[in-house]
């Protein structure tokens, strides 16, 4: 049984039909990557799932388990995180303390998650100058990678990442997507972007979002390989990857 399955999903936000039937799943120990252009419902997905946004119809089931419906601290409490689009960081805090805040489901000591936190930045050196500190100013990247490090201190079974490399150089897209090379030893996650290029390069299988609904599924080289596909939703980059 997958970790997160996903059927018939529709979601609206009035009038509008962000989701139209959405059928998808995550298998255990894996990253999936959803793809698809601006509006296609990439975050609306992945709200319904964290409980941000409520499905009009459709199921969403958990280590086989319905939450749909649910609230966020409920389903943050069974085991997903969600780091959302555009890196919120609170400026009267430390980063420390932000990344902190992500444990807030959690009952372990408070020596413990401290120790957690400090172990952080390993993964993310970047920001271990600022660990402390109070006034800090972070470029995008330094404040994407204290909105994943704060996701992760949840220990979620399943890491929900929306666009990480969204407005970021290049060279910091990189470094997020192997921060995102090293969280898939331990942890499963579903990742949205726009950049199929980099979103498919860390993914053991990707979905193509249109409007409201999946287009297409496929292993990362089975999508990059047909090309009349690659062309249409992908960017045109037909042979790259
Ligand atoms: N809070 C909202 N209120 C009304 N419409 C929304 C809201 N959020 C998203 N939408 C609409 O839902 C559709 C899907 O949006 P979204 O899930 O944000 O797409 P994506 O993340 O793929 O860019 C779009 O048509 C968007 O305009
Ligand atoms: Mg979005």
Redesign the pocket.
């Known amino acids: 049984m997958a970790l997160l399955d996903i059927r018939d999903l529709v ?1 609206r ?2 009038e ?1 039909e ?2 139209r039937g959405v059928s998808f799943s995550v298998e255990q120990g894996k990253v999936v990557t959803l793809l ?12 319904a799932i964290s409980g941000l ?1 409520k499905p009009a119809a459709g199921e969403i089931l958990f280590d086989g388990k319905s939450i749909a419906g649910l609230g966020p601290e409920a389903i943050v409490r069974l085991g997903i995180s969600h780091v959302p ?1 555009g890196r919120r960081v609170f400026p009267g805090l430390t980063v420390k303390e932000n990344i902190m805040l992500g444990a807030s489901n959690r009952r372990a000591p408070k020596k413990q998650l401290s120790d957690e936190a400090d172990a952080m930045f390993d993964l993310f050196p970047d920001i271990r100058a600022f660990s402390n500190a109070l006034g800090w100013t972070l470029s995008g990247g330094q404040l994407q990678m204290v909105a994943v490090a704060r996701g992760l201190m949840a220990k979620p079974k399943l890491l929900l990442l ?2 990480p490399s969204l407005g970021l150089a290049p060279v910091i897209v990189q470094a997020v997507f192997r921060i995102i090379s090293e969280i898939r030893r331990t942890t499963t996650v579903l990742l ?1 972007e ?1 950049n199929a290029r980099m979103g498919l390069s860390v993914a053991d299988y990707g979905y193509v ?1 249109e ?2 609904r999946i287009v297409l599924g496929g292993k990362p080289d089975e999508l990059w390989g047909n090309e009349a596909i690659a062309a249409a939703y992908l960017g045109g980059h037909a042979k790259a990857g």
């Open positions: 979601v936000y009035g509008i962000a989701l698809g252009a601006n509006g296609a419902g990439k975050s609306t997905t992945l709200r946004a689009e929306d666009e949205v726009q979002l409007t409201g």
